[in-house]
C-alpha cells in the first residue's frame, strides 16, 4: 500500500503517525522490530527505538523512517515514510516531488485473515491520508538496488503484469499530482479524480462488473479490480482485462518517467513495463 501526498510533511506528520497506528493495530505491535537509522544500518525497534521514530515524525520540516521486522530471510512487513519539506526552493529544482508513506504486508497475511480484512485495512489507512493517488496490490519484494536483483525481476516483471515494482523513493520524486497506474486497489484523490467527473463520473467508465468504485471523504475514490488482487500470466492468457480497462480510462493522467531511469533498470524496458497495461 503506498501513498503520495502533495504536502510537505510538517502538513502530514499527524496523519502519517495515525496511519502507522492503524497499521500495527491491524498486523499486530510486533510485526514490526527494526528501524534504519541515518548511516542505513539496522537498530532494534524497541522503547529507545521507538523514542527515535516518534521524534523523526515529529521534526518540524522533513522526516524518513524505514522499519520491518525482525525475519532474516525476508522484509514480510515494512514501513517506509518520505516526508518531504516542499518549499519553493526545493520545488525549483523537483518540481513534481512528493511526500510518500508506504505499507507492506505478507500475501499469508492475506491468505489467512482475507482480502475484505486487507482493503479495509487500506481504507482505513488512507482515511487519514491527504493523497493525491495511492496503490494497493502485489509487489515484487526486493531491493532492486542490488546487484543482480533487477536483472532477476526483469525476467518475470511482463509476464506477471498485476506485480508492482518498490519504487517508492523514485517515484515519490516525480509522481505530482498523476495517478501511478491500475493496481488491484487504486486510490484517487484530487485532482484528477473531479476531471474524471467524480466517483459517479468514473464508474460510469468502467464496464467489467467485477470492478467496483467507492467513494471516500474529502472527494477522493478507490477502484477495487476484483475480490482479490492478482498477479496475471502473459503465457497463461491471464492478462488482467480490468486492469487494462482502468488503466486506458486514466491514461491521460497516468504517471510517465522520464527517459532515464535508476535502480538498475534499462530505460526502454521500463518504459514498456510501465505501458504493460496500455499496449
Given at each position: 500500500?503506498?501513498?503520495?501526498?502533495?504536502?510537505?510533511?510538517?502538513?502530514?506528520?499527524?496523519?502519517?503517525?495515525?496511519?502507522?497506528?492503524?497499521?500495527?493495530?491491524?498486523?499486530?505491535?510486533?510485526?514490526?522490530?527494526?528501524?534504519?537509522?541515518?548511516?542505513?544500518?539496522?537498530?532494534?525497534?524497541?522503547?529507545?527505538?521507538?523514542?527515535?521514530?516518534?521524534?523523526?515524525?515529529?521534526?518540524?520540516?522533513?522526516?524518513?523512517?524505514?522499519?520491518?521486522?525482525t525475519s532474516d530471510v525476508e522484509d514480510r512487513y515494512r514501513f517506509t515514510y518520505?516526508?518531504?519539506?516542499?518549499?519553493?526552493?526545493?520545488?525549483?529544482?523537483?518540481?513534481?516531488?512528493?511526500?510518500?508513506?508506504?505499507?507492506?504486508?505478507?500475501?499469508?497475511?492475506?491468505?489467512?485473515?482475507?482480502?475484505?480484512?486487507?482493503?479495509?485495512?487500506?481504507?482505513?489507512?488512507?482515511?487519514?491520508?491527504?493523497?493525491?493517488?495511492?496503490?494497493?496490490?502485489?509487489?515484487?519484494?526486493?531491493?532492486?538496488?542490488?546487484?543482480?536483483?533487477?536483472?532477476?525481476?526483469?525476467?518475470?516483471?511482463?509476464?506477471?503484469?498485476?506485480?508492482?515494482?518498490?519504487?517508492?523513493?523514485?517515484?515519490?520524486?516525480?509522481?505530482?499530482?498523476?495517478?501511478?497506474?491500475?493496481?488491484?486497489?487504486?486510490?484517487?484523490?484530487?485532482?484528477?479524480?473531479?476531471?474524471?467527473?467524480?466517483?459517479?463520473?468514473?464508474?460510469?467508465?468502467?464496464?467489467?462488473?467485477?470492478?467496483?468504485?467507492?467513494?471516500?471523504?474529502?472527494?477522493?475514490?478507490?477502484?477495487?479490480?476484483?475480490?482479490?488482487?492478482?498477479?496475471?500470466?502473459?503465457?497463461?492468457?491471464?492478462?488482467?482485462?480490468?486492469?487494462?480497462?482502468?488503466?486506458?480510462?486514466?491514461?491521460?493522467?497516468?504517471?510517465?518517467?522520464?527517459?532515464?531511469?535508476?535502480?538498475?533498470?534499462?530505460?526502454?524496458?521500463?518504459?514498456?513495463?510501465?505501458?504493460?497495461?496500455?499496449?
Amino acid at each position: 500500500m503506498t501513498f503520495y501526498m502533495r504536502h510537505s510533511h510538517a502538513e502530514i506528520s499527524r496523519a502519517v503517525s495515525q496511519s502507522l497506528e492503524t497499521f500495527l493495530r491491524a498486523v499486530g505491535a510486533d510485526a514490526l522490530g527494526l528501524y534504519a537509522d541515518e548511516a542505513g544500518d539496522w537498530q532494534l525497534l524497541d522503547d529507545t527505538g521507538w523514542s527515535v521514530i516518534r521524534d523523526r515524525l515529529n521534526h518540524p520540516r522533513r522526516s524518513y523512517a524505514k522499519l520491518t521486522d525482525t525475519s532474516d530471510v525476508e522484509d514480510r512487513y515494512r514501513f517506509t515514510y518520505e516526508g518531504r519539506w516542499l518549499d519553493p526552493s526545493f520545488l525549483e529544482t523537483e518540481p513534481d516531488a512528493t511526500s510518500a508513506v508506504s505499507f507492506w504486508l505478507p500475501t499469508e497475511y492475506l491468505e489467512e485473515h482475507g482480502p475484505e480484512r486487507v482493503r479495509n485495512m487500506a481504507i482505513e489507512i488512507a482515511s487519514a491520508l491527504p493523497f493525491c493517488s495511492g496503490n494497493a496490490g502485489l509487489s515484487f519484494n526486493c531491493d532492486l538496488g542490488l546487484m543482480g536483483v533487477a536483472r532477476e525481476v526483469r525476467k518475470l516483471w511482463m509476464r506477471y503484469p498485476g506485480m508492482d515494482l518498490p519504487l517508492l523513493h523514485w517515484n515519490s520524486l516525480r509522481m505530482g499530482s498523476r495517478v501511478r497506474g491500475p493496481s488491484w486497489l487504486t486510490f484517487l484523490g484530487q485532482p484528477v479524480l473531479g476531471e474524471l467527473g467524480g466517483t459517479v463520473g468514473l464508474q460510469a467508465r468502467l464496464r467489467s462488473p467485477r470492478t467496483t468504485v467507492q467513494a471516500l471523504e474529502g472527494n477522493r475514490g478507490v477502484v477495487t479490480l476484483g475480490a482479490w488482487p492478482e498477479a496475471g500470466d502473459t503465457q497463461q492468457g491471464q492478462i488482467l482485462p480490468e486492469y487494462r480497462e482502468l488503466a486506458h480510462v486514466l491514461e491521460p493522467w497516468l504517471f510517465r518517467p522520464p527517459p532515464t531511469h535508476g535502480e538498475n533498470l534499462p530505460p526502454d524496458e521500463f518504459l514498456r513495463w510501465e505501458r504493460r497495461f496500455l499496449e
